[in-house]
């Protein structure tokens, strides 16, 4: 049988529905854990795992055998149908905005990136953000600051 060798990293970012900032304490705490399941069970090796209220950056290598959208829709698709099953009511619900962003990070950044990742509430606060490494405005429709 023949092996593949496949060792890429992926920084995922995505927000919440219209950039609502329900990602707050026992909620994000819910999401991450879900997250951290969903990438067990697709065996995908986290290298980091961050946000603020309303996006979240994931750093992790995914196995050759699965896709990256396939990974994506069980991340956001397990995290927010679990957290509206123990939250939902008539006047809250959870919602990932659709799409997501990706980029693959070289074996030389891999440790920058994690640090940029662990401190997104740092970085935000203090506004020391790498444009490249945020979701663009466009991904927020009330918030859109320029046409595509």
């Known amino acids: 049988m023949s092996h593949v060798h496949c ?9 919440t529905w219209d950039r609502e900032p329900l990602l707050t304490d026992t909620i994000e705490q819910e999401a991450y854990a879900l997250i951290h399941s969903a990438c067990k069970q697709c065996r ?13 950056h994931l750093f992790v290598t995914v196995p050759p055998t699965v896709l990256v959208p396939d990974f994506m829709q069980l991340v956001k698709g397990m995290s927010s149908k679990a957290l509206n099953d123990a939250h939902g009511s008539p006047t809250w ?3 990932w905005q659709g799409g997501y962003g990706l980029d ?15 401190n997104q509430k740092q970085n935000h606060a203090e506004g020391t953000l790498w444009p490249n490494c945020e ?10 600051a320029f046409a595509l």
């Open 7 to 15: 060792r890429m990293f992926f920084h995922f970012v995505w927000s």
């Open 44 to 56: 995908a090796e986290i290298h980091a795992l961050g946000g603020i209220e309303d996006q979240v």
């Open 93 to 95: 619900s959870f919602k």
């Open 104 to 118: 693959t990070v070289s074996h030389s950044h891999v440790e920058r990136v994690r640090a940029y990742i662990q």
């Open 135 to 144: 979701l663009p405005p466009f991904f927020c429709p009330r918030r859109r």
